[in-house]
């Protein structure tokens, strides 16, 4: 069994900022990349960020220079540390991981956490 824990979203005043956890577990061989998503109400599911088994990163212009993500990768853990906030980053935000299970690519996703940004 493989399954993806997220933790860390809640409700912040624009300009607070929130860090976001989430941690792989199970029968993972190998992990890819690791990255997050958001989907607000009404929207298409939407990048936030990704980061490569490499090191690259890679960010949705919406908020680069305000979120940073990184990995632990002895933990299979990816965070997104979410600064300078704005009503607009409102949203369900979803970890994916693309590992290897059983010899197998796989697509993963957490459950989603929610980040409300509101005064």
């Known amino acids: 069994q493989v399954q993806l824990v997220e933790s860390g979203g809640g409700l912040v005043q624009p300009g607070g900022s929130l860090r976001l956890s989430c941690a792989a577990s199970?029968?993972?061989?190998?992990?890819?990349?690791m990255g997050w998503y958001r989907q607000a109400p009404g929207k298409q599911r939407e990048l936030v960020a990704t980061?490569?088994?490499?090191?690259?990163?890679d960010y949705a212009d919406s908020v680069k220079g305000r979120f940073t993500i990184s990995r632990d990768n002895a933990k299979n853990t990816v965070y997104l540390q979410m600064n300078s906030l704005k009503p607009e980053d409102t949203a369900v935000y979803y970890c994916?991981?693309?590992?290897?299970?059983?010899?197998?690519?796989?697509?993963?996703w957490g459950q989603g956490t929610q980040v409300t940004v509101s005064s």
């Open positions: 994916n991981t693309v590992a290897r299970v059983y010899g197998i690519r796989a697509d993963l």
């Open positions: 199970g029968s993972i061989q190998s992990i890819n990349s």
């Open positions: 980061a490569e088994s490499g090191g690259s990163t």
